[in-house]
């Protein structure tokens, strides 16, 4: 994990416009879902991804440092992850 | 030698409309569909045709189909995913007596996994009683399985009614449609149901293409990992050619429903009006309430078996019931439940008609079937009544 894409525990959750409910579902959909949900949602909108899936720890932060989206931090809830990303650029 | 195949819950023959559509994707149409380039995506959006027409068929949306490759593997999906998936809220199922194996024996595996199961007795049509499922509901109640329509007796459940309490109690409801959809109409709305499962060689698909229904927002644990097919629900790459003639009999079912529904119930009412005048025979199953194409009888003082055989020797093809009483010679666990004494359980035929049954063919079985009974119980060792097995006194009643 690079200096880009440190972990951020959130307190509590946060408002989002749009959640995808991903628990169970196993690498890469996390990444395929983001994909597939932040190009429904306008800029500076929240979208929410729910995972149990560990890898996504890594794999999300990554993401939104590549894509130049901005990742809000993550909220451990009892048996899974809530991971929050504000969408600040469009995917080509 | 006539052929009469009175044997269609156990398969239909495919549609030739269904083997057209599927032709191609042997052929020319052989890309992955997850492949991204042409053949690929002609691949992939055949798939995605399919499950439009195949979610139409049942009223659901084409992102609550996952493609699976028989109703069994549905089945175990809905029963297993369900319950890993839920079970930190609870480890208590409930399932009925009638259900179909790949329910009943993927129950007995969750037991052993620690799970709780109770199963519902049904009455002696067949019937679950919908407020034995409501009694039987505990705190730690996470999912309700109950089949749509037995295969084996033909009696539709209340399942709108057992889904209501379900959706009442905030329990996931799963019914096991295989034997109803395409041959009555079936909608996931109206029913209740949360998951459903079905199969297309039930209305002339092929063999190898099955679905799960899972209503949206309902998590489930993947039977199959690996790829991401299906939403990464279900791995492994498509059998696209039997998805395609799942797609294209489920436009068809959906289609010709009620004309297929009036084919079959005016030959089955004749081959049950005739047949029940013979002597010590009973229907099995609920006497309205049933598969339009559905007649299944218990008859005294022979075997299924042999019934089967001289049929088979004048060309009728049918059943004996489940796959106990034809393969295994045990008496069936759903006749048996509905109270049915086991050894007149042992007398168990099954006639499911089409639609390539024709009124000729019920004629001839109508001329058929009793002579074969009454050579049957000639030489039946019982011909003169049940005295010596384990229970003389219960008949069945006409």
């Known amino acids: ?92 | 030698m006539k052929k009469i195949y009175l044997d269609y819950v156990a398969t239909n023959p495919l549609h030739p409309e269904v083997l057209d559509a599927m032709l191609p994707y042997f052929n020319e149409l052989y890309g992955n569909p997850l492949s991204i380039y042409e053949p690929g995506m002609k691949a992939r959006t055949a798939l995605e045709q399919a499950r439009e027409s195949t979610a139409s068929l049942i009223n659901a949306k084409s992102k609550e189909i996952i493609f699976t490759a028989s109703g069994a593997e549905a089945n175990n999906f809905a029963l297993k995913g369900i319950a890993y998936a839920n079970q930190s809220k609870g480890k208590h199922l409930i399932v009925s007596k009638i259900e179909h194996h790949s329910i009943l024996n993927t129950a007995r595996f969750l037991e052993k996994q620690g799970f709780a199961v109770t199963y519902l007795p049904a009455d002696k049509n067949g019937t679950v009683n919908p407020s034995d499922v409501e009694k039987a509901v505990t705190k730690e109640t996470i999912l309700i399985s109950v089949i749509h329509a037995s295969p084996e007796i033909g009696t539709i459940e209340s399942i709108a009614e057992i889904g209501a309490i379900a959706k009442q109690k905030g329990i996931i409801i799963h019914t096991d449609a295989v034997a109803s959809v395409g041959n009555i109409p079936v909608d996931v709305n109206s029913l209740n149901v949360d998951l459903l499962s079905f199969a297309a060689h039930q209305f002339y698909g092929p063999k190898g293409a099955a679905a799960l229904y899972v209503r949206e927002g309902t998590r489930i644990v993947p039977l199959i990992y690996g790829g991401i097919q299906e939403g990464g629900r279900r791995a492994g790459t498509e059998n696209v050619p039997a998805i395609v003639g799942m797609g294209k009999a489920a436009e068809l079912a959906k289609r010709d429903l009620q004309k297929r529904i009036d084919h079959v119930k005016a030959l089955r009412d004749k081959l049950i009006e005739n047949t029940s005048r013979i002597d010590k025979i009973l229907l099995t199953g609920h006497p309205q309430l049933r598969l339009p194409g559905h007649a299944s009888f218990v008859v005294e003082y022979i075997e299924g078996e042999a019934m089967l055989l001289l049929l088979a020797a004048k060309g009728i093809y049918c059943a004996s019931g489940s796959a106990c009483s034809s393969k295994a010679l045990k008496a069936s666990p759903v006749l048996l439940s509905i109270g049915v004494p086991s050894h007149v359980a042992q007398g168990s035929v099954v006639f499911t008609l089409g639609q390539e049954t024709t009124e000729e063919d019920i004629q001839y079985f109508n001329e058929t079937f009793p002579q074969i009974i009454s050579r049957l119980r000639q030489i039946s060792p019982y011909a003169k009544g049940w005295e010596g097995t384990e229970d003389s006194t219960c008949t069945a009643k006409k």
């Open chain 1, 1 to 92: 994990m690079n200096e880009h894409t440190q972990l951020k525990f959130l307190n509590a959750p946060i408002n989002a416009d749009s959640t995808t409910d991903i628990i169970y579902m196993m690498c890469p959909m996390h990444l395929l879902t983001i994909e597939e949900k932040i190009r429904e949602i306008k800029n500076g909108q929240v979208l929410s991804i729910l995972t149990d899936y560990d890898g996504a720890l890594e794999d999300i932060p990554a993401w939104c440092n590549k894509t130049g989206n901005e990742f809000m931090g993550i909220y451990e809830d009892s048996d899974h992850y809530k991971f929050y990303i504000k969408k600040t650029k469009e995917l080509p």
